[in-house]
């Protein structure tokens, strides 16, 4: 696998206006689904990101799932079993990860599963506590 999406990549996608938009959306189109994933948990976060954003910016559950289904056909989706799950969470928390990084902690560990080569985020700073393995695959769009 090439590449891993991150949803602080993916949610600009949906909004022309976000200031990363252009970028991650040029990035996310140089890939196919054979070259590119994301976490599956990523489907959660994109759907509480896009449906509880303020203002004009917030969309309907609709409208979200519409999204979620171009991600599924765009990219390959990543899942770890029970015992995965709990090891990453572990392995974070003695790294002294707390709070929502968690959750990139739970998505660099789908990423590693992938063998993916490149990590693309806009949250470079989080995944720099996960570990040499994930730090070194990590770029920006």
């Given at each position: 696998?090439?590449?891993?999406?991150?949803?602080?990549?993916?949610?600009?996608v949906f909004?022309?206006?976000?200031?990363?938009?252009?970028?991650?959306?040029?990035?996310?189109?140089?890939?196919?689904?054979?070259?590119?994933?994301?976490?599956?948990?990523?489907?959660?976060?994109?759907?509480?990101?896009?449906?509880?954003?303020?203002?004009?910016?917030?969309?309907?559950?609709?409208?979200?799932?519409?999204?979620?289904?171009?991600?599924?056909?765009?990219?390959?989706?990543?899942?770890?079993?029970?015992?995965?799950?709990?090891?990453?969470?572990?392995?974070?928390?003695?790294?002294?990860?707390?709070?929502?990084?968690?959750?990139?902690?739970?998505?660099?560990?789908?990423?590693?599963?992938?063998?993916?080569?490149?990590?693309?985020?806009?949250?470079?700073?989080?995944?720099?506590?996960?570990?040499w393995d994930?730090?070194?695959?990590?770029?920006?769009?």
């Amino acid at each position: 696998m090439n590449a891993f999406f991150d949803t602080s990549v993916l949610v600009p996608v949906f909004y022309d206006d976000h200031e990363h938009h252009g970028t991650s959306l040029e990035c996310l189109l140089r890939f196919n689904r054979k070259q590119a994933c994301c976490g599956a948990h990523s489907f959660a976060e994109v759907y509480s990101s896009l449906t509880r954003m303020p203002g004009k910016h917030r969309i309907s559950g609709a409208q979200a799932m519409l999204f979620l289904n171009d991600m599924r056909e765009r990219l390959t989706i990543v899942s770890l079993d029970g015992h995965e799950y709990f090891d990453a969470i572990a392995r974070a928390g003695a790294a002294g990860v707390v709070g929502g990084t968690i959750y990139d902690a739970v998505l660099a560990r789908c990423a590693l599963k992938a063998k993916a080569d490149i990590i693309y985020t806009w949250n470079v700073k989080h995944y720099g506590q996960f570990g040499w393995d994930a730090a070194k695959r990590v770029r920006t769009p």
